[in-house]
Each structure stands twice: as C-alpha cells, then as structure tokens.
C-alpha cells in the first residue's frame, strides 16, 4: 500500500458544493446492510446493484474514484462466502478494474480487503476496494499536511462512472 490511506481532511478544489455525506444514525448496526435494504437514512452514491451486490463510490476515497464492491448479506471474512458468492463478486471486481481503466484512466489500481480491525477495518461487513492510483497522486498538501486535495465531486465522479456502467453487465 502506498498512497491509499485515509486522510484526515479534504479539500474539495471543484466549485460545486462537495457531497454531503449523512450523519450515521446512531441505531444503525450496519452501514452496508442499511444501504442494502434501502435505508434512506444513510448515504450511498451506487454505480450498479443487483440481488446480490452492490458496486458504490466510497465517501470518504482515498482518491478521486475510489470504489466499493460489497456483497449485500452480511458477512465479515471470505470464509463466509459459499464457492458462487465468492467467485460472483471477484468476477465483479474484474468488472470494476475494467470500468475504472475506461472511465478515469488511472497509473494503478489498488485493490484490497480489511478484514478484521488489526488490519483497519472500519466497516464489519466484507468488501473489496478497488482505489485508483494516478500519476503525481501526492503534492504538497497529501505529504504535508494529510489533506488529500479532490479534483473532482463525488457526483461528479459517479456520473462517470454510470457513463459507462454498461461494462458491468452480465458480470455474471
Ligand atoms: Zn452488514
């Protein structure tokens, strides 16, 4: 892992107003089973969903495009996955990587899994992050002062992404 972490602040640079992310509902038990049955109370910026997953722009990137493939029952390690749960979600991730080299065209892609809170998990439900990685990633600001500078709104991103969203289909 290089420059995929959380930072403790952003700097939103476009002129339209940045996304404004939710106040989690203290009474939530699960951020990712609160988007999977559709609760409004929580933020979620999708790109594709079906009755199995959900692909979904994270909130808080580690860098413009950042997505999340998150499978919609509630499991925290990829013991939990039976055989075609695990190999419908990576055949998603595939997708992803795809979707993401033709809509932002990224230097790198960073894919990974937290699982378990020794190794940052934040969110106790299993999900696969794939974090785009581009050419002069890290400026002053991000090495400095741990502000990652966005170039671009969250909206904005996910408006790209659904622009090509048809490389999603049929991913399984
Ligand atoms: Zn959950």
Known sequence: MTDTKPYEQYLWSPKRAEYEAKEIPEDLDCIFCAQADGDDRVSFLPVYEDDFLMVELNIFPYNTGHLMVVPKRHVNSMTDLSDEERNR?????????????????????????????????????????????????????????DTKVMKESLKDTQEKYKEHAEILDEYW
């Open 89 to 145: 979600l990576f055949s998603m991730v595939q997708r992803v990587e795809e979707l993401q080299r033709e809509a932002v065209d990224p230097a790198g892609i960073d894919v990974g899994m937290n699982i378990g809170k020794a190794a940052g998990e934040s969110i106790p439900h299993l999900h696969v992050q794939l974090v785009p990685i581009y050419e002069k990633d890290r400026g002053f600001m991000e090495t400095s002062l």
